[in-house]
């Protein structure tokens, strides 16, 4: 067992005649010291053995050793023993208000943007409401309440070409995206500092605590009239057709997301059995099985299979010019979309219309189940748990998708 005792040493006398106060601790044969911040005079040491005889430090250090006595109770004794000097001083010393939360965030954001983008725009509102330093020790639920009533009150400006025409709030489902990343963080810095016998980040800023709830989604659907007469328009160049091309492709996969149409790997796809099987980028990394889906290609994108085939040197499925798998590419394929709408007379529409107008034909039209259309969407359905036991079968995507396109195409030549 370390033990432990407050000390002064003499060649750390100060200008000012004071010595500072440390606690030695005596580990595996080692001494480290800790310093406690209080300093002594010569005539609070006893002069022949230079031990420490004011009471009131001793009172205070005596506190401050019982309490590291008292945490070294909660470690196993081979855990014990494993530690050096070091690392049992750190394991002493490690506190959440030691533990910078906002610095940590930002490190996240920086290695990847991408990932962290609803972090990146909650440290953005973090900044605007004067925080600039931030431990895990202040992350509490004072701060959630603020951060919440903050967004509730902002306005966020509409612009049109460049001028201010107006405010609107953030939306419901936006600001709960920004108060699940805050959160996600710290979290993470729990799981991160403490162990089963060490709780550095003991508070919970959660307990009677709720998040926001989702808003419901707009219903942003099209009759199948739609989707034809859309998929009947042409570009008129080619960057217009290319939108065209994606949204058709988007829906004749059940849906796909773009993120997982740009970034799909040639790896992916089975020639032989048509077969496209991959792992959802948005929901990969929060699931068991890795959101792992499977669709079969049919014959009403061979032709664009063809012509969006990347070249053999890349390991990408598709190449859809200097699109890849980022946001920003993404929002700005929503842009074009929009545009090419515009342009030629048809009402606005975005990329995710076509995975909500597949769900709404299947469930409306086709008359298939709710679970079959969570499993064509890569979705957790209502028994996450017999999903476990149960061996997925693509087949009942591939039944599905077919109903859908045969009911959508029927009139269309194929």
């Not at 440290?123 to 509730?152: H, N, P, V, W």
Request: hydrophobic share 35%; glycine share 4%.
């Amino acid at each position: 067992m370390a033990t432990f005792k407050a000390v002064v040493q003499q060649h750390q006398q100060r200008r000012d005649g004071k010595y500072p106060v440390s606690i030695r601790i005596t580990h595996n044969r080692k001494s480290v010291y800790l310093p406690t911040g209080l300093y002594c005079s010569i005539s609070q040491i006893n002069r022949r053995t230079f031990e420490i005889k004011d009471q009131f430090i001793i009172t205070r250090t005596s506190a401050t050793i019982r309490g590291y006595e008292q945490r070294l109770l909660n470690v196993d004794t081979a855990d014990l023993f494993s530690m050096s000097g070091c690392e049992l001083k750190k394991f002493l010393t490690l506190s959440a208000g030691n533990i910078d939360y906002l610095s940590y965030c930002y490190e996240l954001v920086e290695s990847d943007e991408e990932k962290w983008g609803d972090l990146k725009h909650a440290l953005a509102i973090i900044r605007e409401m004067g925080i600039d330093k931030m431990s895990a020790m202040d992350f509490t639920s004072s701060f959630i309440r603020q951060f919440r009533e903050y967004m509730d009150e902002k306005q966020l400006p509409i612009t049109k070409k460049s001028v201010i025409v107006g405010y609107k709030p953030y939306a419901q489902n936006t600001k709960r995206s920004y108060l699940i990343a805050v959160c996600q963080v710290f979290r993470m810095l729990q799981r991160q500092h403490n162990t089963e016998f060490n709780k550095v980040i003991y508070h919970d800023p959660f307990i009677g605590f709720e998040n926001y709830r989702h808003s419901q989604t707009a219903k942003r659907s099209m009759t199948a009239e739609r989707v034809r007469a859309f998929f009947a328009l042409k570009g008129h160049s080619i960057k217009q057709q290319m939108t065209l091309d994606m949204m058709r492709l988007s829906f004749c996969l059940c849906g796909i997301n773009l993120m997982d149409l740009l970034s799909m790997k040639k790896s992916s796809f089975d020639k032989r059995t048509m077969r496209l099987t991959y792992e959802r980028h948005k929901t990969k990394d929060r699931r068991m099985d890795h959101a792992l889906t499977s669709v079969r290609v049919e014959p009403e994108i061979y032709d664009l299979m063809e012509k969006y085939k990347a070249p053999d040197s890349s390991e990408l499925l598709f190449c859809f010019g200097d699109f890849t798998a980022k946001a920003s590419c993404t929002r700005l394929i929503a842009c074009r979309t929009a545009r090419t709408c515009n342009i030629l007379g048809f009402e606005h529409v975005t990329p995710y219309w076509f995975r909500h107008t597949w769900a709404t034909i299947a469930r409306n039209d086709c008359d298939i189940s709710k679970d079959d259309i969570d499993l064509c969407l890569a979705h957790v359905g209502n028994n996450p748990m017999a999903d476990v036991y149960i061996r997925p079968d693509w087949s009942r995507i591939d039944r599905a998708n077919r109903k859908v396109l045969d009911f959508v195409f029927k009139n269309e030549e194929k």
